[in-house]
């Protein structure tokens, strides 16, 4: 199980990173911090193995951060996750050996492929104490330059791929399905769901139209929109 902490000084854009971390197997978030100074007080006496970082949080930067964090000799994988995106700060916080790098908006596919591209690159490092011969070493340096993974849509979730429509994915069906899950008592328009979620608009409304036709959602018209119609999906509760 890969430790997770998360440095976000924004609620809720900390609890979708939460939802998307814990989205995947094998990946527990054991911390959540407004800034990097608590995040720093915690690694002085815990170890994390990976850490969701946002640039712009109270007290200190991103790379204010990493670097003390490895004058303190902690080493964890960062993934940036921030609205920073200048050419120079990108170069400078790749220099200190941040991992990836997600610019805020983004879609949840994004964000997982960052995390099987950590578990890809984490698999092929697992053997302390083996050596690695020269083709896992070039696929090493593939995983970090391009994002290959070697693996399938839908693997490695431990649970039966789901037979899905053409253009819909396993894991994206269950960010949509678990938000409406935990949220049962609201009803919510597609752009709702699709700026809290984290997905696009038009990727949102077919996972939700998918999951009216399975029975999963009740959807009825909005009239009180103060202009077009607008469509209320709710999770269907038994």
């Known amino acids: 199980m890969y430790r997770v902490i998360i440095v976000e000084d924004d609620p809720m854009v900390a609890s979708i990173n939460r939802k998307y971390v814990e989205a995947s197997e094998g990946f527990s978030v054991t911390g959540m911090f407004k800034n990097g100074q608590e995040a720093l007080e915690y690694l002085n006496t815990q170890d994390a193995d990976l ?81 690695m011969d020269q083709t896992e070493i070039d696929r090493l340096i593939r995983i970090r330059r391009t994002g290959e993974t070697g693996g399938v849509a839908g693997a490695g979730t431990g649970q039966p791929q789901q037979e899905l429509p ?56 909005d009239y009180h929109t103060g202009g077009r119609p607008g469509i209320l999906y709710r999770w269907r509760k038994d």
């Open 51 to 131: 850490v969701i970082l946002d640039y712009f949080t109270p007290q200190m930067n991103g790379a204010d951060f990493i670097d003390r964090l490895h004058a303190a000799g902690k080493t964890p994988s960062i993934i940036m996750v921030t609205s920073a995106n200048s050419t120079n700060l990108v170069k400078k916080l790749m220099r200190r050996g941040v991992t990836d790098y997600l610019v805020k908006p983004f879609e949840y596919e994004r964000f997982r492929a960052a995390l099987e591209r950590y578990r890809s690159a984490q698999n092929l490092l697992a053997e302390e104490n083996g050596r």
């Open 166 to 221: 053409k253009g819909l994915n396993g894991r994206t069906l269950e960010m949509v399905r678990g938000f409406l899950r935990d949220h049962s008592d609201q009803s919510y328009t597609s752009e709702n769901v699709a700026s809290l979620v984290g997905v696009s608009r038009i990727t949102v409304r077919r996972y939700l139209n998918y999951m009216v036709e399975s029975g999963e959602l009740d959807s009825r018209i």
